[in-house]
């Protein structure tokens, strides 16, 4: 109760909120390096998801590849990392990267996987090529599958940057670290708090994103109510259906 | 004219789903494919479009070997229906029937002016233009994949059991209407079913297949009923004779299909 409140203060402690390593650069350490790894992360994980998920071609070998990464102790990858590539943020980098390489491959592969065979079938016969359809049938119709993959590696991202503090001068874990070495529990809690706020936000905001991402189309056929077109509307006409 | 010079078709898994099958599809008539399920329809119409590439034989298209076109080029010439209308959900009707224009480079407004004139062809009230698929009636999904084949105004239209899935008295009425837009239209039309009925109701010619392609008899639908070639032909002709013996009767100069109550079941085209 008593570290509740003391965090509390912490947390709205003016001098914390000023200055060199106050909370604001902290959290926007956090969140800039969170968004390099996920990036990283991205351009190594999404064309391989999105090339298997297209292709249908290499999904044994990509459902074995995430499971073995995901069976990696972070901390001990980062421990390792950290002997190799010394102190700094290279070592973090990396031990993240691997992290969220799974999420985001899952996501892409089994996102292009849920488009309609038959869907894509047709645009081929009409003829568009392998691209038209990767972009026009694919890409928008796996968008919240692929979307929700972001999400969850970046929530990872977000929540285990903390421990990159272990081996760096970074981020939101720095006041974690700092704050139980000297026994300041006011502030490990604080931080606590401040990365939690931080990946419900994330997280609340790709919700969003994956929410606004489903085509229209898709929406209002899944809502089963056929909605009045503006024409039927002006002419104050509905449309049976035959 | 479509050809087919002696095309097989085996699948990577082993199943030989066509052998050896000759057929000429002459223009601007409508062929009609009949068999039962797994004959090698579907194969066969495939092959037109190279959506199947053969693994024996050829098929020309006015006496052009298709494998020697582009793909994706050839496609967009070709209309092509099938039974789950292969609508994109996520698009808009007019965008749609609009597909193979936007994908040949014509402007936003022409080709949606153009969708709008082909909803008039196939029966669609302009009012759906902005719908998106999942808000149609399976009859009129199947309306706009009919007016997506059409948009180029392409000789060759291919039909994959495009009826297949609607209720009976909306086929009916697809039915008509497609005999309606081929008089106008004069399409070389290759129709793909597994009714009997609906063969000899649309097709100029009939090509009854058996497994693997096998051709057992190709006619008008007179002829076929006329004389069936075997007792495979008649049993498959015949197969609803219990209910509703078909047979040809001239009236006014025209073959009329009249059942076993004496109640037309439909006009021959010639
Ligand atoms: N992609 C495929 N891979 C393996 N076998 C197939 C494939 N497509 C069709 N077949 C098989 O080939 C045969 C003919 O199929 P199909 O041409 O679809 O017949 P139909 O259209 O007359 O029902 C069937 O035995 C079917 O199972
Ligand atoms: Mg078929």
């Keep these: ?242 | 004219m479509i050809e087919f010079h002696s095309v097989s078709k085996q699948y990577p898994d082993g199943t030989l789903a066509v052998r050896e099958v000759s057929l000429q599809v002459p223009p601007r008539q409508t062929t009609v494919l009949v068999g039962s399920s797994g004959s090698g329809k579907t194969t066969l119409l495939r092959m037109v479009n190279r959506m199947v590439d053969p693994s024996a034989g050829r098929v020309t298209i006015d006496g052009d070997d298709v494998a020697g076109t582009d793909a994706v080029k050839l496609r967009r010439g070709i209309g092509y229906v099938m039974q789950n209308s292969g609508l994109l959900p996520h698009r808009t009707v007019a965008a749609n029937i609009a597909t193979v224009p936007l994908l040949r480079g014509w402007k936003r407004h022409d080709a949606r002016e153009r969708a709008l004139e082909l909803m008039d062809t196939v029966g669609l009230d302009r009012s759906l233009a902005d719908r998106y698929p999942g808000q149609l009636s399976g009859g009129q999904q199947q309306r706009v994949g009919v007016a997506r084949g059409l948009a180029v105004d392409p000789n060759i239209l291919l039909m994959d059991e495009p009826f297949g899935a609607v209720d009976p008295l909306v086929r009916r009425e697809l039915q008509e209407e497609l005999l309606r837009l081929q008089r106008e239209l004069g399409k070389t039309v290759l129709f793909v079913t597994h009714d009997i009925d609906e063969a000899f109701l649309l097709g100029d010619r009939v090509v009854i297949l058996r497994e693997g392609g096998e051709i057992v008899q190709i006619g008008t639908p007179a002829e076929i009923l006329a004389s069936p070639a075997d007792g495979f032909v008649a049993d498959f002709v015949g197969a609803d004779r219990g209910r509703r013996a078909l047979h040809v009767q001239e009236v006014d100069g025209r073959s009329l299909v009249v059942d076993a109550d004496g109640r037309p079941a439909g006009v021959l085209a010639r």
């Design chain 1, 1 to 242: 109760m008593n570290l509740i409140a003391d965090g509390f203060a912490w947390l709205t402690d003016p001098a914390n909120w000023t200055g060199a390593g106050s909370i604001p650069e902290r959290l926007v350490e956090h969140l800039l390096v969170s968004l390099l790894i996920l990036l990283i992360a991205g351009l190594i994980a999404l064309p391989v998801g999105f090339t298997i998920g297209h292709t249908g071609r290499g999904k044994g070998l990509a459902v074995a590849v995430t499971g073995g990464m995901r069976a990696i102790p972070t901390l001990g990858l980062l421990t390792l990392a950290a002997l190799w590539l010394g102190i700094g943020l290279a070592a973090p980098i990396l031990a993240l990267v691997v992290l969220a390489i799974p999420p985001l491959l899952a996501g892409a592969y089994s996102g292009l996987e849920s488009v309609d065979r038959r869907v894509l079938d047709a645009a081929k016969g009409v003829g568009m090529t392998g691209l038209q359809r990767f972009t026009g049938v694919e890409l928008p119709l796996s968008a919240p599958i692929v979307i929700g993959g972001i999400r969850s590696a970046a929530l990872q991202i977000i929540a285990t940057a903390t421990l990159a503090a272990y081996t760096s001068d970074f981020g939101l874990g720095r006041f974690l670290f700092r704050g139980l070495k000297t026994n300041d529990y006011a502030e490990a809690f604080g931080a606590a708090v401040l990365v939690i706020a931080l990946a419900l936000l994330v997280d609340g905001l790709f919700a969003l994103a994956q929410r606004f991402s489903v085509p229209v189309g898709v929406r209002v056929a899944r809502s089963g109510e056929p909605t009045r077109s503006a024409a039927d509307r002006a002419t104050g006409r509905t449309t049976t259906n035959v």
